[in-house]
Structures are given as C-alpha cells and as structure tokens.
C-alpha cells in the first residue's frame, strides 16, 4: 500500500511537469501488474495451520437428525497449553430450544467477535463461530482482512471451549443475550450454518474485515431466512450488534438494552464456572430470558 501511493505521487509529479503520456502508461502498466498479482491470490484448506482451526466442521442433516463432524472440544489451560480433541456429535432439531447471541471484546467496545449458541432441551449446546482460519504463528490483522491475508473458517464448538476460552484464558469481556428467534428461524440458521460450513470445506474462501466476517456472513444467512432486514452501520461495528438486534425485536422485549447487558454479562460467572460440567448452566444464571420456569419442563439445560 505504502509502496502503490508513492508510486502513484511520483507519476502525479510527473503528471503536472507535462510528462503527460508516459505518466499515463506507466499507471496503466503498474495497474495491470497488480490486477495480475491481486487475481493470482487464491484461498486455499492446505496450509500448517493453527491447532485450533486445523479441521474444518462440516456435517450431514437426515430430516431431524443433524451429524457434525469436527466439533471442536479443547480444554483450554493458556493460549500455548490445551488438550487437543475433535468430536463427531449429533443433533436433534427437533428438540432445538433456543438461540443465544454471544459478543466478546478485547479492547475498542465497537469491535467485538460474535458467537452463536444453539440449545436443545436435552441439556446440549454447540457453539458456531465466524473466523479467519490462521496459520500456526499468526496473528489476525484488521487490514490484513481486506487483503486476501486470511481464509474464512466456520468452526462448531462445545461452549465450555469457545466461551471460555474467551473469558478465562485470553482475558476477553463476553457478553450473552436470550434470543426472540422463532422454532422454525432457529432451525432455518442452524441448517445454514452446516450448509456454509460444507461449501467452505469443499470451496475455501477468503476472510473479508467487511464483507465475510462474523457478523456480515450470519446476517447474510438470516436475510435470507427472514428478509426485510436492512443494512446497518451496527453491522460493521460488532461491538454494537445488539442494540441493532434488539431495534429490530430480537432480543427479551420487557427489558433496556442497558439491562440486558448488564444482566448478560458472564465474564465472571464463567470464569467462576471454569470446567465445571454445568458451565452452560451456570453462565445462564440471572439471564432474562433463562428464567427456570421458561425452560422445557421447568428444568435447567444441564444437570
């Protein structure tokens, strides 16, 4: 970039000593080259990649009966330090409960990633997560995201992993909201996400900061399940996403969105929580929308 706009002031300069012509066919020239180079850039699923993003989570669906395959489930003691464990799980839609939204910062409260988490009424959760896919040794880059740096990953996950994961062992600020999504939506996104996560172990693609990141690709998918969702600035402001969802209904209507984060908050529940078997559980405490009695049979998702 630095080496493109130099250039570029070079043959302005030029431009205005009346080197006319030959200031416009070098540009043409320098053009071309990096149209050639920008194109010779593909994606790729063969690269040394991190241990974390080293599968790619695809899956079959048979009417009700969802298999996924590479469900990430580590157990998490540093960022250098875990126990590596990929699992095959299944899933039951029709016994699909809820939808909540996670959002985690690490620093500026307008960047934040988003998770999505997918209960059932038998006590499991899995977690789908939006990310690049890095290579062993790489560190993720915002301008990096708009130059083909980085390839797009889904990955499902147990919570116990990708929550606190977050929380507990990169020292990030999570955040969880109850969802409004209905039976069928939730089921619609759910069957999204594995349709999206088989293309993109068939067909790489490329991490984009704007246009295929964690919350345009997800919002991509519910326009197509529900449409009539606009464009929003909030789309590309991650850390504001759930004052766009709660505007647009989606979120517990009987509470602020000032409450409703304040209540959400489970930075210190799940690090109290740490491995213990009802993590799920126990982040739901005080939640609105996770109050015992709306839970199926009045009972808590995980015993």
Same mark, same amino acid.
Not at 278 to 300: C, N, V, Y
């Given at each position: 970039?630095?080496?493109? =706009?130099?250039?570029?002031?070079?043959?302005?300069?030029?431009?205005?000593?009346?080197?006319?012509?030959?200031?416009?066919?070098? @540009?043409?020239?320098?053009?071309?080259?990096?149209?050639?180079?920008?194109?010779?850039?593909?994606?790729?699923?063969?690269?040394?990649?991190?241990?974390?993003?080293?599968?790619?989570?695809?899956?079959?669906?048979?009417? /009700?009966?969802?298999?996924?395959?590479?469900?990430?489930?580590?157990?998490?003691?540093?960022?250098?330090? !875990?126990?590596?464990?990929?699992?095959?799980?299944? @899933? /039951?839609?029709?016994? %699909?409960?809820?939808? /909540?939204?996670?959002?985690?910062?690490?620093?500026?409260?307008?960047?934040?990633?988003?998770?999505?988490?997918?209960?059932?009424?038998?006590?499991?959760?899995?977690?789908?997560?939006?990310?690049?896919?890095?290579?062993?040794?790489?560190?993720?880059?915002?301008?990096?995201?708009?130059?083909?740096?980085?390839?797009?990953?889904?990955?499902?996950?147990?919570?116990?992993?990708?929550?606190?994961?977050?929380?507990?062992?990169?020292?990030?600020?999570?955040?969880? @909201?109850?969802?409004? %999504?209905?039976?069928?939506?939730?089921?619609?996104?759910?069957?999204?996400?594995?349709?999206?996560?088989?293309?993109?172990?068939?067909? *790489?693609?490329?991490?984009?900061?704007?246009?295929?990141?964690?919350?345009?690709?997800?919002?991509?998918?519910?326009?197509?399940?529900?449409?009539?969702? *606009?464009?929003?600035?909030?789309?590309?402001? =991650?850390? !504001?996403? *759930?004052? @766009?969802?709660?505007?647009?209904?989606?979120?517990? %209507?009987?509470? =602020?969105?000032?409450?409703?984060?304040?209540?959400?908050?489970?930075?210190?529940?799940?690090?109290?929580?740490?491995?213990?078997?009802?993590?799920?559980?126990?982040?739901?405490?005080?939640? *609105?929308?996770?109050?015992?009695?709306?839970?199926?049979?009045?009972?808590?998702?995980?015993?």
């Amino acid at each position: 970039m630095i080496g493109w =706009s130099v250039a570029v002031v070079a043959l302005l300069i030029l431009l205005w000593q009346g080197w006319i012509w030959q200031s416009l066919v070098i @540009y043409v020239v320098m053009f071309v080259l990096l149209r050639r180079w920008w194109a010779s850039l593909k994606p790729s699923n063969d690269r040394d990649w991190a241990d974390d993003l080293a599968r790619t989570t695809h899956g079959t669906i048979q009417g /009700d009966l969802v298999t996924l395959h590479n469900v990430r489930n580590f157990n998490w003691r540093t960022e250098d330090d !875990y126990d590596i464990c990929w699992e095959t799980r299944e @899933y /039951d839609l029709s016994r %699909l409960h809820s939808v /909540d939204m996670t959002t985690s910062y690490w620093g500026l409260p307008a960047i934040a990633h988003v998770l999505l988490s997918f209960g059932f009424d038998n006590g499991d959760f899995v977690v789908f997560s939006v990310e690049i896919r890095k290579e062993r040794k790489e560190l993720f880059s915002e301008i990096g995201g708009f130059f083909k740096k980085f390839e797009l990953s889904i990955v499902a996950t147990d919570e116990r992993d990708a929550l606190r994961v977050r929380t507990n062992v990169r020292g990030e600020d999570a955040y969880l @909201y109850h969802t409004r %999504l209905t039976d069928v939506t939730a089921r619609q996104l759910f069957v999204s996400f594995v349709e999206e996560a088989n293309k993109l172990a068939t067909t *790489p693609r490329f991490y984009h900061s704007i246009t295929a990141n964690c919350t345009t690709l997800v919002f991509n998918m519910l326009r197509r399940i529900i449409g009539g969702l *606009p464009l929003d600035v909030r789309l590309l402001l =991650s850390g !504001y996403l *759930p004052a @766009y969802v709660q505007k647009h209904r989606g979120l517990q %209507l009987d509470y =602020s969105l000032k409450t409703l984060k304040q209540r959400g908050r489970i930075t210190q529940s799940a690090i109290a929580a740490d491995q213990a078997e009802d993590f799920s559980w126990r982040i739901r405490q005080g939640i *609105p929308g996770w109050e015992p009695e709306t839970l199926p049979s009045g009972q808590a998702p995980i015993k």
